[in-house]
């Protein structure tokens, strides 16, 4: 075999080619079964509504005369039980759980003016419509101070 290893034991990629081969015949069989178990059911089916069909169009007293008399008579219409027919049936597989998603609460935000200087400390702060404002500020402050300072847009939540 192509993937042997110098242990001279099956390698990886074998094991799981083999393991593959398996699952897809035990898979055909599965598919295989059940479409059999619906054709004979279909047949079953078909079999009791014709019996019951012939039943009413025969004399009523005379067939329950002759059932009466004979309780293994093989042309009376075999009943299935409700419990061999809860057994036959197997259940299904369920479908995988779909995984819940939050959606987000979107939270309003205002954009404002924010003077910062050099550590990073707000000095002021602008509504978005007085952006000359805070450039003003700014420059009073580093004339004043001699340090940088730096006007930058920031979008703050809205407190209602």
Known sequence: MAGRRGGGGKSRMDLRRE?????ARET??????????????????????E???????????????EDAGDPDDEDAP??????KAK?????????PAKKRTRTVKEV??????VVFDNGGKRVGVFPFAQ????????????EEKKTTFYV???KEPIEE
């Open 152 to 154: 930058q847009l920031v």
């Open 28 to 49: 055909e069989e599965v598919v295989k079964d059940e479409d059999a178990e619906d054709e004979d059911a279909e047949d079953e089916d078909e079999d009791e509504t």
């Open 19 to 23: 393991a593959e081969a398996v699952e």
């Open 131 to 142: 952006k000359t404002e805070a450039e003003e500020l700014m420059a009073a402050k580093v």
């Open 108 to 113: 309003r935000q205002k954009a404002m003016w």
């Open 78 to 83: 075999k009943k299935k039980s409700k419990a």
């Open 87 to 95: 057994a036959k049936a197997k259940p299904k597989a369920k479908a």
């Open 51 to 65: 019996d019951a069909e012939a039943e009413e169009v025969a004399d009523p007293e005379a067939d329950a005369d």
